[in-house]
């Protein structure tokens, strides 16, 4: 017999209930693809306008005729195959790039609006139609990190930079203004996170330590503590257009510098750090207690935490994203490994809508989107990157993708997990 005309038992099952049909082996030819298959699911379903699908086996998107399949994986069509299926996610698109100055570090989307930190020292926040909104100043070099502030009628948001500072801005009614900085730190800050009350930010910095800040705005200048017995005791310069911030915790395990901190979606007293000692940290806020470490081989570039799926997602020196689950014990134990990117993983980010989806972006100069239940990326964004500038950072907001590097410009995709 012809093997385009060979027939195998297929076991279709799927994880969304919407989409959940009778699971008893079937027959089908050998020569499906994913076309194929998706009508056979379509059929059964009843559905009167098809809806694409992707296929799995064995955790890797199926690419290829179930045919080449089991002849790759030296299988015979005897074998009865678990096939699961999803509904596919659209390749993301292009909808926009917006030029700026300097490199990009830090980008971040929150209801419309866009937030940008750049080398230049400056902080943007851009609306939808391309137009750059206000210019955050008062950072004396490089901004490294940018977050939004969770709930406000007026635009709230903060600035980590290589200067050690974090500066809290508030824009409403065309005007911008710097609210408070925050002093303490002695090394630049990497990372900058608020937690999901909106009444607290974490700040992660080359000095090996991660502060917790309030988001209240100061009455009155905030005297330095320092924990330094030296002599030399830091002064605070008053400035007339800021308040000075210093009160805060501080949470100290990391040896050298905690490049990334993110906060648990579902407790607000639970935050997770990475760094250049390879580890990735748990801490319990109020009681500046590391709960757990875990360890890994390289560097900790970025660290994300998904609320839906519970996991956290970290992007490495060699190439790899990680993903771990911080309810297990210490130790070594990545949940999956998942590769793809040829340079550093920079920026991590989960889909906001999605336990599966996440985007990655690289000194390879791409952006991937994976779909964890494949070892392999979804797609790989490189747009006309010719030159493969290194990508700084990527951040899903709903249903766009942002991602910012050395090409200077902010870009915008339209994803949809």
């Not at 002849?71 to 005897?78: F, I, Q």
């Not at 911080?326 to 998942?338: D, F, I, Q, W, Y």
């Not at 950072?393 to 050395?406: F, P, Q, R, T, Y």
Request: with cysteine.
């Amino acid at each position: 017999m012809d093997v385009d005309q060979e027939q195998v038992q297929v076991r279709f099952v799927s994880r969304q209930p919407e989409y959940a049909i009778n699971n008893a082996a079937i027959l089908v030819p050998s020569s499906f693809r994913r076309y194929g298959l998706s009508e056979i699911v379509n059929n059964l379903l009843g559905h009167e306008k098809p809806i694409p699908f992707e296929f799995f086996i064995d955790e890797q998107i199926l690419k290829t005729s179930i045919a080449e399949y089991l002849a790759a994986n030296r299988l015979s069509t005897e074998n009865t195959l678990t096939i699961e299926y999803v509904e596919s996610m659209l390749p993301p698109t292009s909808i926009a790039a917006y030029q700026h100055d300097d490199w990009i570090s830090s980008v971040k989307g929150k209801d419309g609006l866009f937030l940008t930190g750049s080398y230049d020292g400056m902080t943007r926040l851009w609306n939808s139609s391309g137009e750059c909104v206000t210019t955050f100043q008062g950072h004396s070099n490089a901004v490294k990190s940018v977050a939004f502030a969770q709930a406000s009628e007026q635009v709230i948001a903060y600035s980590g930079s290589l200067d050690h500072s974090i500066l809290a801005w508030k824009y409403s009614n065309g005007t911008a203004e710097c609210l408070f900085e925050c002093k303490g730190h002695k090394g630049s800050v990497e990372s900058i996170a608020v937690d999901p009350t909106g009444e607290y930010l974490a700040s992660a910095s080359s000095d090996g330590t991660v502060k917790v800040w309030s988001t209240s705005i100061p009455a009155q200048d905030e005297t330095m503590h320092e924990s330094s017995q030296s002599t030399k005791q830091r002064k605070t310069t008053p400035k007339a257009d800021r308040k000075i911030k210093s009160r805060n915790t501080t949470l100290e395990g990391h040896v050298g510098a905690v490049n990334a901190v993110v906060y648990d979606a579902n407790d607000a007293n639970t935050v997770y750090t990475g760094g250049w000692d390879h580890s990735i940290r748990s801490w319990d806020v109020e009681q500046q207690v590391n709960l757990v470490t875990k360890n890994c081989e390289k560097v900790v570039m970025d660290v994300d935490y998904s609320g839906l799926a519970r996991l956290i997602a970290t992007g490495h020196s060699d190439n790899s994203l990680r993903l771990w689950d911080p309810r297990t014990e210490e130790g070594t134990n990545v949940k999956m490994t998942l590769r793809g990117h040829s340079g550093w993983i920079s920026s991590v980010s989960w889909s906001p809508s999605s336990e599966y989806s996440l985007c990655s972006g690289s000194y390879d100069g791409t952006v991937r989107v994976w779909d964890i239940r494949s070892k392999g990326p979804l797609y790989t964004i490189s747009d006309d990157n010719q030159e493969n500038d290194k990508v700084y950072a990527v951040d899903w907001n709903g249903k766009h993708i942002l991602s910012g590097g050395e090409d200077k410009k902010l870009r915008i995709y339209q994803a949809q997990a």
